[in-house]
């Protein structure tokens, strides 16, 4: 599939064939190249505040956001000035240091984790909190949703064929069957499956892993009590909650996704994982919990866990000082633009005739253009995530990106926005919606 555009992308093309010669993909992250929509990946050259300049030196408002991490927009100058002065100090020694110590206690006083252990990826922060949440229970089962993502943690890139509790397959050669005999994939807001799982497998569960509000199948909201249910559930049989918040900690709300239910509710995950935005664009990630639980890991405790890079002085940096920024008001002007940018996108598809929902979880959002006729009123799961018109995405994406906005090229993602995002860069984004959403409209009778 090949995208017309008016403008120019030689440099991007020319450096997307070199890069797919000595890289698989030409990406090093698969999401990045284009696949779900067609066209050529455009290759950043800087980025500023809310808009990307690409190689061939087109602008774009961005709307990706480093898949999340850049909540306060692009090349924020205390970010940078902070990162520069660490990076003259040396960029790692492989000795403890302040900035994790102060980034630990910034993330300890804004959610209900006790202690935290630095990780460099959110990939390699579940893997260690499911090894934890075994090595605590010394059970060996871990339960997920599917639509879930977690990173590629081989036992946990599984899916289920059936929408009933089965063990799981595994979503990817070269993920062994043994990796994901002991993962459980149930539907998402499922109460029914997670009770029939714990009564079969109850004292097999070592954990139950789901992300704090769905965002990795577009977002998807819990229904009302359906966290707390599984916390409660967990608790019942001796199982560990662990909430990943890698995409909503710090995103969806000052206090993450948990900020939008347990917060509210008085419930607290056993254990927590974090990144993206806690590492202000440098790769930081973290899981946390219970200070018992944290206790047993290594070397305080048996269970092993380490890595030569976790808690790099300069990712920490950024990510305290990230932090730091990321005050009550910053958090009023992303939702504010979410706000605007959602309902403008809303009503351009509607006014074109495209059946759509669009989905909140505090200032994270999507958007799902749906089959005409489609009788869904929410997306409540994985499978209903599925039943959208996916060339419609692709035009609006591609229409977008015509017109310098630069969505997520996959029409399962969140559009992330940034208290960068002023004025000018969100009327940019409003002139583009209505002819956008007209060529979203004429796919519909396309072959899906
Ligand atoms: C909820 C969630 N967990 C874990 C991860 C994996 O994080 P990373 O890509 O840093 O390995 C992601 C990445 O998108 C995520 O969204």
Redesign the pocket.
């Known amino acids: 599939m090949t995208a017309p555009t008016s403008r120019p992308t030689a440099r991007s093309a020319d450096l997307f064939a070199r890069a797919s010669a000595v890289t698989p993909g030409g990406v090093n992250s698969p999401v990045r190249a284009f696949g779900a929509v067609g066209g050529t990946p455009r290759f950043i050259a800087s980025a500023q505040g809310a808009w990307l300049t690409d190689v061939d030196g087109n602008e774009y408002v961005d709307l990706v956001g480093s ?2 991490p850049m909540l306060l927009g692009h090349a924020h100058p205390e970010v940078i000035e902070a990162v520069q002065a660490a990076v003259a100090r040396g960029t790692s020694y492989g000795t403890p240091t302040e900035p994790e110590v102060l980034l630990a206690e910034e993330i300890v006083a804004r959610t209900p984790v006790e202690r935290v252990r630095f990780t460099s ?6 893997m260690s909190a499911i090894r934890l949440a075994r090595g605590a229970t010394g059970r060996d089962v871990v339960v997920k949703f599917a639509g ?5 943690v081989d036992a946990l890139l599984a899916s289920a064929g059936s929408g009933l509790a089965t063990f799981a397959v595994p979503g990817t050669p070269g993920v062994p069957q043994s990796a994901t005999d002991l993962t459980m994939v149930l539907p998402y807001n499922d109460r029914a499956a997670v009770e029939r799982v714990f009564a079969e497998h109850g004292d097999r569960i070592a954990c139950v892993i789901t ?1 704090a509000t769905p ?2 199948m577009g977002v998807v909201n819990p229904e009302p009590g359906f966290n707390a249910f599984l916390a409660a559930t967990c608790a019942a049989h001796g199982a560990l909650f662990v909430s ?1 918040e ?2 909503t900690g710090f995103r969806a709300t000052k206090r993450g996704g948990w900020g939008l239910d347990g917060a509210v509710e008085g419930w607290v995950p056993d254990l927590m ?1 974090f ?2 935005v806690m590492g202000g664009g440098l790769p930081a ?1 973290a899981f946390g919990g219970r200070a018992d639980l944290m206790g047993l890991l290594s070397p305080e405790g048996p269970v092993y866990q380490a890595g030569t890079l976790s808690g790099n002085p300069v990712a920490t940096t950024a990510g305290l000082t990230t932090l730091r920024l990321a005050t009550d008001e910053v958090y009023a002007h992303v939702d504010a633009v979410a706000t605007t940018i959602s309902e403008a996108a809303s009503a351009a598809l509607g006014e074109a005739g495209v059946p759509h929902l669009v989905q909140r979880a505090g200032t994270m959002f999507s958007i799902f253009l749906l089959e005409q006729g489609s009788t869904l009123t929410a997306v409540r799961d994985f499978d209903e995530a599925g039943r959208q018109h996916l060339p419609a995405y692709a035009a609006f994406f591609h229409a977008m990106l015509d017109a310098g906005v630069h969505l997520p090229p996959s029409a399962y993602e969140v559009w992330f926005c940034s208290a960068a995002h002023d004025e000018r860069a969100v009327q940019h984004v409003l002139a583009a919606l209505p002819a956008a959403a007209r060529a979203a409209a004429a796919t519909y009778g396309s072959p899906a």
């Open positions: 898949w999340g990826s959110g990939t390699e922060a579940t879930c993502y977690h990173g590629h992300e965002g990795n990943d890698v995409m994982t990144g993206k990630a």
